[in-house]
């Protein structure tokens, strides 16, 4: 079971956590925003490190688009039992066939999307190629994009320019690179907003209010706003620089969406121009409209 696997590999962070917490008998305090208790505490903004655990989150995240989160995060089992238990190798090799046959399948409980599902299985082959290229697998990967590889805290709350560092309900400046790097690498129907709120769920960004007992050392802590987005901006430009230009960038494999949308072609075809034959040219007579004609009618 699915939930309880996750459940069980986080158990150790979180009594590691617990002992931080609120004293016995006292109600521990929580962050607002999640709106689950027990989500809160088993899942949201606990820092995951693990390459399976973060396919998994952004394979559900590639289902919700324009959905609740809710109504994707509950039908994780069914994606899990559907889709070989979120095994990457095993998705990549996926067939349209095999897409097909989960469409035809009206009671497997996933949302039943074609553009989605085959994104799912695009995106497990551009993971895969990233989990090879990359020194961390996807882990080191999407940990990069943060100072030091540790949870980036809430303290700084703009950057110079437009994109902000902390939002709930849009994007923020590391987002929006992050969404770039992935595009580039053929991932789809996961954007900047969505991947904002993967950050957080994962734990990469931290989220959690200073009050939260989840978050001991945010009371605590002073850190200089200008400082974390200083590096910030530099790890940002690095990322930057690294990524491959558009003469040296390998072609990547579009889509099947994509693809498709490519080849199709237009629903109304252009008129042909008929060529029209004299009727002097066929032996003929032309039929006369002048008054003569009238006249000899």
Known sequence: HLAEAQRSSRTGRRAQMTSHGAPPGRARRRCDMVGDDDYHDDIWGTPVRDSQELFVALCLLSQQGALNFWSVWSKRDAYAKAFHNFDMARIARMSDKCLDRILAAPTNGVIHHRGKLRALRDNARAFERLHKEHPGGLAGFLWSYVPDGRPLCRTATSTPRKR??????????????????????????????????????????????????????????????????????????????????????????APACVARRLKLTPLVQPRRKRRRTSQVSRGERPASTGSRGLRGA
């Open 164 to 253: 902000a560092l902390w939002t709930i309900d849009g994007g923020s400046c590391i987002s929006d690179a992050l969404a770039k790097a992935l595009r580039r690498r053929g991932v789809s129907h996961i954007g900047s907003t969505l991947l904002q709120a993967f950050l957080l769920q994962v734990g990469i960004l931290n989220g959690h209010a200073p009050g939260c007992w989840k978050n001991p050392e945010r009371p605590g802590r002073t850190t200089n706003s200008s400082a974390v987005m200083g590096a910030v901006r530099a790890i940002l430009s690095q990322r930057a620089a690294e990524e491959p230009s558009r003469a040296m960038r390998k072609k990547v494999p």
